[in-house]
């Protein structure tokens, strides 16, 4: 008979519940999602959370929760804390209950965040590229789906002061009431007032008080019967009674009545408040069903956040490829990011290793990562990641054995192992901590290797620990079959817990103990019992692992050794580019002084040539000859001098670190000889030397022994006492530069954060931007910088990696890592 199942109730049964759950921890993980969940609906959606086999349902709920991980980077978490729980209200008031003012302030919170969530999406739409609504659409959906309420919120807002609060705005009746209510008590204190002064005597105090909801009077006892009144209660020794003098019973009876009328009033109005909220209660309830989803949503994300999480591919072909993977449970900061694969070229992995050195961690780090995916939650893992979407997880991993089932150790992995050969279904991943373990070593052996050899008949991906030489073996020999190791460090008898793939890893059992100290004579017995192949065999994967640990330091090296050379290429190309800047500066200026005097000549001789045309009238032609022979010799002897000032300006140019071309009186040089720079104390002398003084010394040096000092070496030789003494006025120059670089650096410090947003920004303007925030950050003493630009088309991405690449203050960068921002964060290191 066809039995009819709703989509809810399909998913349900694709979900993966049991003890697979608790075996691997994902239930820790799913209390660490529900204790960020805001809402009460939205954490029982978290407590529900479970693995999914279904890939379509993965794929939306690792979509979402990227979308809510990409939010809370750009814009911060979604206002969902009042977005209380009106189920039950909503129940009572449907059933024709009236709801209280707290009730119905619950619904105005809820109403207001509402809004405010609305407001909040609005907010980053309005904040550009890229587009929310391209980035976020399943947020954005969900959003746009919540109705709103303007109306009742305000006047729940203008009628309701607190919890047991009406305000007397509520409605005209209720003020009328109250204002009543106030004159008529008004009217028992005066009446009251004349009692207390008329009978002070016979009053213990002269108060007066209110006693059954009347204003009353406390009369000593000794003088009961001397007012006339109605006794409402006495003190506990007996020696007051309270009295309500007959004066003000009528009045009393009016303040009864009003306040029941009151009472009645304020009854109508919360039914009125009631009813409304009735006719809304669809609005209300759809607005809950999207927070319990929008913040399921964000309690994923905001973990994600966390953990620098990422949100892996999806197959369903059984390939598990988790690159930099992090066991979410042990803290990030002492935690190894592993490489496992599976699926891809071998179905099956066999993990080996010494005891302690991260084989069930990788093992559970696996199962753990899939099932989280399988859930729709980010994983500890980098870029590039892939996770298989699988029918089935299931897993034997540590000690089950029970004194009261009278299981050992043997009989509970292996009543595991059965129970997960009963139940796999389609794809499934299967991982087996310790095969085999707890009986003989060659039954055990043999029993692991049948073991493995049927789940990979029922096409299962499979990861397995073990001790056993024979699955090594069988590892090596078999397709489809990879081994891998945990690599251990025999030196400080610590595993590092890199799982290394490929290569079987030695269990170091005498090795340990001997660093341990247990006795020589004791391990060479041990070691006299084993075969020779047996010893060869466990020498050559110690010298293999050795090699191999030697074969990484050396790449790890050789790797930070490239980066260094490649930086000082960086960093030389650059100072020479800015040399040879420096020194076309340098020359141009020169042409330009040139071409100055060369104009003044020319008009010099302008000048002169305009007077003798004036003269030549009274000149006879020799005299004429003669001024014009003079002419020309002024002119050739310019020309002569402007080469002679060429020739010596060109030669006169020198370089930071370049020899000295021309020596002046006063000016700074560098005696590489001595180590020390100092001031020259004269010009050039006739045979070829200069005195340089050099802190308390004199010496006289040949021009070629000179150096131009470099910008280190002068600053060095003004910051010494004796260097301040021989270059005071320049000295007072640079005190002034100083300071005024001093309160430039306070006022940037002050004033740069180590973040700059450029989302929104053209090209141009970001440029702009750019260059002003590197200055600041460098004055200010930032050290590293958090440039903010967006995915986008990448132009801007693009714009702002040319400068810093062509920036000499800028050390490195690198594009933001999975909790920074991805590659819309550029994340600058300064020099």
């Known amino acids: 008979m066809y039995e009819f199942m709703s989509f809810e109730d399909s998913l349900e049964r694709k979900k993966i519940r049991g003890r697979v759950l608790n075996t691997l921890e994902f239930n820790k993980i799913r209390d660490s999602v529900t204790a960020k969940a805001r809402t009460s609906y939205g954490r029982e959606l978290c407590e529900d959370m479970a693995p999914c086999c279904d890939i379509d349902y993965v794929t939306r709920e690792l979509s979402c929760a990227r979308q809510a991980m990409d939010h809370i980077l750009r814009f911060g978490m979604l206002p969902l804390s009042g977005m209380r729980d009106l189920r039950e209200s909503l129940v009572y008031s449907k059933a024709d209950g009236t709801l209280t003012c707290g009730q119905l302030l619950e619904v105005a919170s809820f109403l207001r965040a509402s809004e405010e969530i609305k407001k909040s999406i609005s907010k980053a739409r309005s904040a550009g590229s890229p587009l929310v609504d391209e980035t976020e659409p399943d947020i954005c959906a969900y959003v746009d789906g919540i109705e709103t309420c303007s109306r009742l919120l305000e006047e729940i807002g203008s009628a309701i002061l607190g919890q047991d609060e009406v305000s007397d705005k509520a409605s005209k009746e209720l003020s009328s009431i109250r204002r009543e209510r106030k004159n008529v008590a008004g009217g028992i204190r005066t009446l009251l007032d004349r009692v207390i002064q008329n009978h002070a005597d016979m009053l213990q105090e002269s108060i007066v008080t209110l006693r059954e909801g009347r204003y009353c009077i406390p009369v000593k006892a000794d003088f009961n019967g001397r007012i006339e009144g109605i006794v409402h209660g006495a003190s506990s020794s007996g020696q007051t009674l309270f009295i309500e003098p007959m004066s003000v019973v009528e009045a009393n009876n009016k303040i009864a009545e009003l306040n029941f009328a009151e009472q009645a009033e304020i009854q109508r109005i919360l039914k009125c408040f009631t009813r409304e909220v009735v006719e809304i209660s669809p609005l209300l309830e759809n607005n809950m069903e999207i927070a319990s989803r929008l913040d399921y949503m964000f309690a994923k994300g905001e973990y994600g956040v966390e953990n620098n999480s990422f949100c892996p591919s999806l197959n ?68 590039g990641s892939e996770v298989c979407v699988f029918d089935r997880v299931l897993a034997d991993i540590g000690d089950e054995q029970s004194i009261e089932e009278s299981l050992s150790t043997f009989s509970a992995h292996m009543s595991n192992i059965v129970f997960i050969l009963k139940n796999i279904r389609g794809r499934s991943l299967v991982l087996l901590d310790e095969l085999g373990s707890g009986t003989d070593p060659a039954e055990g052996a043999a029993l692991a290797i049948s073991i493995i050899e049927e789940l990979r008949k029922k096409n299962c991906s499979v990861m397995a620990t073990t001790h056993y030489r024979e699955l090594k073996g069988y590892a090596e020999t078999t397709e489809g079959v990879m081994n891998a190791s945990c690599e251990f460090d025999t030196e400080t008898l610590a595993p590092t817990y890199k799982l290394i793939t490929g290569r079987p890893g030695s269990s170091n059992a005498f090795v340990i103990s001997s660093k341990l100290g247990l006795a020589r004579h004791i391990l060479d017995n041990a070691r006299s019992r084993m075969s020779s192949d047996e010893l060869q065999y466990e020498a050559l994967l110690a010298k293999a692992e050795e090699e191999a640990r030697r074969v990484t330091v050396l790449a790890e090296e050789n790797d930070r050794l490239n980066i260094e050379l490649k930086a000082e290429k960086a960093r030389l190309e650059e100072e020479n580019a800015k040399l040879k800047q420096s020194k076309t500066k340098i020359l141009n200026e020169m042409r330009a002084e040139q071409k100055r005097i060369l104009q003044e000549r020319e008009e010099e001789i302008s000048e002169e040539l305009r007077e003798l045309r004036r003269r030549s009238k009274d000149m006879d032609r020799a005299e004429r000859e003669k001024e014009l022979d003079k002419i020309r010799r002024k002119l050739r002897a310019g020309v002569e001098d402007l080469s002679e000032e060429d020739d010596e300006a060109t030669d006169s140019v020198a370089l930071s670190g370049e020899p000295v071309k021309v020596v002046v009186k006063g000016e700074c040089y560098y005696v590489p000889s001595l180590g020390q720079t100092g001031v020259a104390e004269s010009d050039l002398s006739k045979s070829g030397t200069v005195n340089i003084i050099c802190g308390n010394m004199k010496i006289a040096v040949k021009k070629s022994q000179l150096m131009m000092p470099t910008k280190a070496q002068r600053d060095e030789f003004f910051r ?83 400068i810093l690449i062509k920036d000499d203050r800028v050390e490195s960068y690198r594009a933001g890592a999975q909790g920074e921002g991805d590659a819309g964060v550029t994340i600058v290191k300064f020099r």
């Open 316 to 383: 369903l072909e059984g390939r598990i490829d988790l690159k930099g993977a992090r066991h979410p449970l042990i803290p990030r900061e002492s935690v190894v990011p592993v490489d496992i694969n599976i699926g891809d070229k071998y179905d099956s992995l066999v993990v080996t290793g010494p005891n302690t050195g991260g084989k069930t961690v990788s093992l559970k780090t696996c199962g753990l990562l899939v099932l989280m995916t399988m859930a729709g939650l980010p994983i500890p893992a980098e870029s």
């Open 720 to 802: 010494t006492k004796n260097g301040r003494a021989a270059s005071k006025a320049g000295n007072r120059q640079l005190k002034s530069k100083s300071e005024e670089m001093g309160k430039v650096r306070f006022n940037a410090a002050s004033s740069t954060r180590a973040e700059l947003m450029l989302i929104g920004l053209t090209t141009a303007e970001a440029e702009s931007k750019l260059y002003k925030y590197l200055e600041d950050c460098v004055l200010a003493g930032i050290k590293e910088a958090r440039i903010v630009h967006g995915k986008g088309t990448g132009a801007l991405r693009a714009c702002v990696q040319d």
